[in-house]
């Protein structure tokens, strides 16, 4: 049985002694394990049950630990992070030796992150290793943003969860790349391009999925609730169907139940709807519809990460 809690004792405890635990970050909740201790790293993918060919994200409280696990930061990484962490933005950068091959599924960088949660902060801070934790979900269904979300499909695998309230962010991290010190964005996510661009200038956004992805989160299977979902084209409405729920924007569609949907943010305001994503998706998935239609968002702010979440979910229509 898992145990909700919000001690951060318990919590460090457990991770000394090689186990795995449930973490809150302002993006989504992580499964962290030490990211020095190949025997921890392998539990996550089982935990999980991720192949092994995806690599984790490495977590730190500070710049000096990250540069004890790689090799180099590029000028414009260094911005970034000078700018941005704690925050929802993962750099990848050549990896120590001492970051096992495991954690990084043989490649040469090892992704990093300070996330910015207060709780995993002081955790982090009280650990003498980094925490490599992904999302905290079956490989390939929807991100948890609550403790909750995380006991529901994982609890029996997980001896302890920190709880640290509903995630603020609501999106996985946006990742970057660097070569020849040019940045490429790699994965949408919690931190907005146009946030990274006034402070590095204008980033490649490389976030197709091939067969050997160099972010596989990008994968199209991932992210997907298990009710099929279609994506709507900007102004398109769904059919009346008294079986189809509804991912909306502002308003609730007509001729769908209105219990059957959910509404991202009255306000329209993005970062609220990026915060409710997630746990609206796993609602609209455990109500007794056949089918998920979804509102796409502007493409603005975290509203690029959002339709790429559910281009990702969706089936073809
Ligand atoms: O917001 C987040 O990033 C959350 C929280 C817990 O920090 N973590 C998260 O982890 O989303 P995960 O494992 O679900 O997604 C990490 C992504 C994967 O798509 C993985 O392929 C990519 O990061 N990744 C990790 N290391 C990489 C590397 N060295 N090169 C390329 N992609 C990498
Ligand atoms: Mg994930």
Redesign the pocket.
């Known amino acids: 049985m898992t145990q909700i809690g919000a001690d951060i004792r318990v919590a460090a405890a457990y991770l000394q002694a090689g186990n795995v635990v449930g973490?809150p970050?302002e993006?989504?909740?992580?499964?962290?394990g030490n990211a020095l201790n190949p025997d921890a790293v392998l539990t996550i993918f089982r935990v999980k049950n991720?192949p092994a060919f995806?690599?984790?994200?490495v977590?730190t409280d500070s710049l000096a630990k990250v540069e004890q696990v790689v090799t180099d930061i590029p000028e414009p990484a260094r911005r970034l992070a000078e700018q941005f962490w704690p925050g929802?933005l993962?750099l990848?950068l050549p990896?120590q030796d001492q970051i096992p091959d495991l954690t990084?599924?043989g490649?040469?960088?090892?992704?990093v992150?300070i996330?910015n949660h207060p709780l995993t902060l002081a955790l982090l801070r009280s650990l003498d290793f980094p925490l490599a934790?992904?999302?905290?979900?079956p490989f390939g269904y929807i991100?948890p943003t609550t403790a909750q979300h995380v006991a529901d499909q994982l609890g029996d695998q997980v001896p302890y969860i920190l709880d640290g309230g509903p995630a603020s962010v609501g999106?996985?991290?946006t990742?970057i790349?660097f070569e020849a010190g040019k940045a490429t964005v790699?994965?949408l996510?919690?931190m907005a391009l146009e946030d990274i661009e006034r402070v590095i200038g204008p980033v490649n956004v490389r976030t197709h999925s091939t067969s050997n992805?160099?972010?596989?989160?990008?994968?199209s299977s991932?992210y997907a609730p298990r009710k099929p979902l279609i994506l709507l084209q900007p102004g398109e409405s769904p059919q009346p169907d008294a079986k189809a729920g509804a991912l909306v924007f502002r308003e609730p569609f007509g001729g769908i139940r209105s219990d059957n949907q959910r509404v991202l943010s009255p306000t329209g305001d993005l970062n609220e709807a990026a915060k409710n994503l997630f746990a609206h998706l796993r609602a609209l998935d455990s109500l007794p519809v056949d089918i998920i239609y979804a509102e796409p968002l502007p493409n603005q702010g975290l509203g690029w990460a959002m339709n790429d979440r559910l281009r990702r979910a969706s089936v073809q229509h």
């Open positions: 973490i970050t993006t989504v909740y992580g499964l962290a991720r995806d690599p984790l994200i977590h929802p993962t990848l990896k990084t599924s490649l040469p960088t090892v992704a992150r996330p934790a992904p999302s905290a979900n991100s999106l996985e991290s990742i790349g790699f994965r996510g919690g992805p160099k972010a596989p989160g990008m994968l991932h």
